[in-house]
């Protein structure tokens, strides 16, 4: 792990910051049929650590936009490689990521989402790089704001390795 440059978050404050989304969550969506849209693959961890958490019943389904390839720079043309299989008309659709940067990919999927015509359409991220915003997206849910950093672990890749790691760290690239 020669790459690694630094822990920016260790799995004790992920996991307290991921407890307090789930309650926050499970609260706002107490009695609606809420249904979880996790953007593969990055959001994985992140997505299956927070819906245990939340404590209501919800609905579970996957998308897969690509923008990144193997590069740790964006290529900017968002394509879909996988979209849901569930209908989203009338029910409350919380879309969830590992992170929003310059906010393109989250804007593009809730345009998508929100012309299938749910009853609401809100976003979920574990980290939030405000810095590199060049679509202003709301998001409702936000787990920690970083700086302008590349970060692995935690769900988050560089090339498709570092997946795996249990917090989130800046990785030389």
């Keep these: 792990m020669n790459d690694i440059q ?3 978050l260790d799995e004790q404050s992920i996991a307290s910051k991921v407890r307090e989304l789930g309650e926050r969550i499970s609260h706002d ?6 249904m979880l849209v996790c953007i593969l693959k990055g959001a994985i961890t992140f997505t299956a650590d927070l819906m245990r958490k ?8 996957f998308i897969q936009p690509s923008s990144y ?3 740790a720079v964006s290529s900017r043309k968002i394509t879909l490689k996988k979209d849901i299989e569930a209908d989203v008309a009338g029910r409350h659709v919380l879309l969830v990521d590992c992170i929003i940067d310059t906010g393109e990919t989250m804007d593009f999927l ?4 929100r012309d299938r015509g749910p009853a ?3 976003g979920a991220v574990l980290l939030d790089k405000r810095s590199r915003r060049v679509v202003d997206v709301p998001v409702k849910y936000i787990g920690f704001e970083i700086p302008d950093r ?10 498709q390795k570092y997946r795996t790691l249990p917090y989130v760290a800046v990785v030389r690239t």
């Design 6 to 8: 630094e822990v920016l």
């Design 29 to 34: 969506y107490a009695g609606r049929d809420l």
């Design 54 to 61: 939340i404590e209501i019943p919800a609905t579970l389904d």
């Design 69 to 71: 390839g193997n590069a």
């Design 110 to 113: 809730m345009k998508r989402l």
């Design 120 to 122: 609401s359409m809100e």
């Design 150 to 159: 590349f970060v692995v672990g935690y769900g988050l890749d560089y090339a």
